[in-house]
């Protein structure tokens, strides 16, 4: 018999393997395309002057949400992606293709979390796409560079570089739901009756080792998504056996049900098990232990003479919790606990989606390099290789970040070069492709 465990348990690692909840990938998007330094030739057109076209955009990283994914396998062998580049531009002011998105599936309830922070970036199961990191901004052609006096620009911009960043998936099962208890006290059981779900089911110790989710049909129009989470035990919140890898799909559950075992078949106190498993709880998430709770007492019928459901009963209904004697293998009692699971969710907020606390630090530049500043007909040209990268850093859509933009030239003293070498107020700033009237 011990031969046999071992060889159930050495399967069942494999099986676990093939559920994966949290990977850590790099995202890339794609550099926009440069300019291009072209002049219109055409026959008995003299001077056709230049029309070097703009660099496409690079391809943004997009996140989206699929319903058909339960699980993070398909990051686990392959880390980093990256969007494609955009094209070059050409002549005849033609722009260069923009890169295309990555769009990259991931499973409904997935949290992005930044990888450094470990704040959240975007809850997956709030939206129908996001926009991980954004393609490069592509550069412009010489057709824009042309003045009065440079009527033959001879230079184009480079296309600036697109967002990269790693960050952590996280799956948060979406589920109204959540079984909880101890390893073989039915909850696997419980979730066959009720749905149409096929976990696994066997008399030992961690028979589930990875969330299962069923559909409970009540009536006509009523119905909720049931999970049921791997068995916890003592220490799970610290990371002992299964528990502190599953307990994050809890998070998300408006309702739990908390099975017992109250037939004594492993020896275990009911009560004591129940205060076990609520403390572990309480030591993941204080929230969960404000979570409203039904408690049921399985395997009823193999308590026998035994006082252990009528202890638990008054042990849970003292601190406020309803209590059901239940015998999933047999459904006795299994009605009467579907209808309240249907009444209590009726009047609980929907699925919890997590906010957003993310907040981009801006990037430490070192603007102290040489900067290149070219003047011609109140146009001020000017290049540096650290204002490449404070441009591609900029969100010029954002009102904090190009007040973040503006601080950095000030304190980098390329205004008071401008001013001393004689701007004027109205004189047009060409930074890259950018374009600005100048004021004091």
Request: charged share 25%; proline share 5%.
């Amino acid at each position: 018999m011990l031969f046999h465990m071992e060889f159930l348990s050495h399967k069942e690692g494999r099986m676990a393997a093939a559920f994966v909840d949290t990977a850590k990938i790099f995202i890339s998007a794609g550099r926009g395309g440069n300019g291009a330094v072209a002049f219109h030739r055409e026959k008995y057109v003299t001077n056709g002057g230049p029309d070097g076209g703009d660099g496409g955009r690079g391809g943004s990283v997009v996140l989206v949400p699929d319903p058909s994914l339960s699980t993070l396998m398909d990051f686990r062998y392959k880390r980093k992606y990256a969007a494609e580049a955009g094209a070059d531009g050409s002549s005849a002011k033609k722009s260069g293709r923009d890169g295309k998105d990555l769009i990259i599936k991931v499973p409904q309830g997935t949290v992005v979390r930044d990888a450094e922070t470990g704040q959240v970036i975007q809850d997956m199961s709030g939206v129908d796409r996001f926009v991980a990191a954004r393609g490069g901004r592509g550069g412009w052609g010489n057709q824009h560079f042309a003045t009065p006096t440079r009527q033959a620009p001879r230079f184009a911009k480079a296309g600036l570089p697109g967002e990269s960043r790693e960050v952590i998936l996280e799956l948060k099962l979406l589920a109204d739901v959540g079984l909880v208890g101890f390893p073989n006290v039915g909850k696997s059981t419980l979730l066959s009756v009720v749905s149409k779900a096929h976990p696994k089911i066997a008399n030992y110790h961690f028979t589930t080792l990875m969330p299962n989710l069923g559909v409970v049909y009540v009536e006509e129009g009523v119905s909720f998504v049931m999970a049921d989470i791997p068995g916890i035990i003592e220490g799970a919140s610290e990371g002992a056996g299964l528990g502190h890898d599953f307990l994050r799909h809890i998070d998300r559950c408006r309702l739990l049900v908390h099975l017992v075992d109250v037939s004594g078949s492993e020896g275990r106190d009911p009560v004591e098990d129940f205060d076990i498993i609520n403390a572990e709880l309480k030591e993941y998430s204080p929230e969960l232990a404000t979570r409203p709770m039904l408690v049921c007492g399985n395997k009823s019928d193999l308590c026998y003479d035994s006082d252990n459901a009528a202890r638990l009963k008054a042990h849970v209904e003292a601190q406020g919790y309803q209590y059901f004697d239940l015998s999933a293998a047999t459904h006795a009692g299994v009605q009467p606990l579907v209808r309240k699971i249907a009444e209590e969710l009726a009047s609980l907020p929907p699925v919890k989606v997590f906010e957003a606390d993310y907040v981009p630090q801006p990037p430490v530049i070192d603007t102290t390099g040489e900067v290149s500043i070219e003047t011609e007909d109140h146009y001020w040209f000017v290049e540096a290789p650290w204002l490449e990268h404070l441009v591609a850093c900029t969100t010029f859509s954002d009102f904090e970040s190009r007040n973040w933009f503006d601080r950095q030239l000030r304190e980098a003293g390329l205004f008071d070069k401008l001013e001393a070498m004689g701007i004027q107020d109205g004189d047009t700033v060409v930074l890259y492709d950018l374009q600005f009237e100048y004021q004091r």
